[in-house]
């Protein structure tokens, strides 16, 4: 059974930084793309980033590039989201999944970013 638990959030000035994490079980890492995804008030749940299966390789959306680097440990089943230089913009509920087979979604975890 897939289970997904994100967790780091929280509310952080302009300019802060947020390390999250989602752990992930019922999911082969080895051969999965995953990705963080973000969902804003009034919008869409969007990807933002991910990694390939072997973590070799990331993508990222133009709004978080050079901001956000996502990464995974394969080992614990654990893929993670540094995020720096942090605007309003970003504020919105955070989730993990994998990317070309969406399992059910976690609870996300909630990124305030205000002055």
């Known amino acids: 059974q897939v289970q997904l638990v994100e967790s780091g959030g929280g509310l952080v000035q302009p300019g802060g930084s947020l390390r999250l994490s989602c752990a992930a079980s019922g999911i082969n890492f080895s051969i999965a793309v995953m990705g963080w995804y973000r969902q804003s008030p009034g919008n869409q749940r969007d990807l933002v980033a991910r990694?390939?299966?072997?973590?070799?390789?990331?993508n990222y959306a133009d709004s978080v590039k050079g901001r956000f680097t996502i990464s995974s440990d394969n080992a614990k089943n654990t893929v993670y989201l540094q995020m720096n230089s942090l605007k309003p913009e970003d504020t919105g509920v955070y989730y993990c999944?994998?990317?070309?087979?969406?399992?059910?979604w976690g609870q996300g975890t909630q990124v305030t970013v205000s002055s």
């Open positions: 999944n994998s990317v070309y087979l969406l399992r059910p």
């Open positions: 990694i390939s299966s072997g973590g070799d390789s990331t």
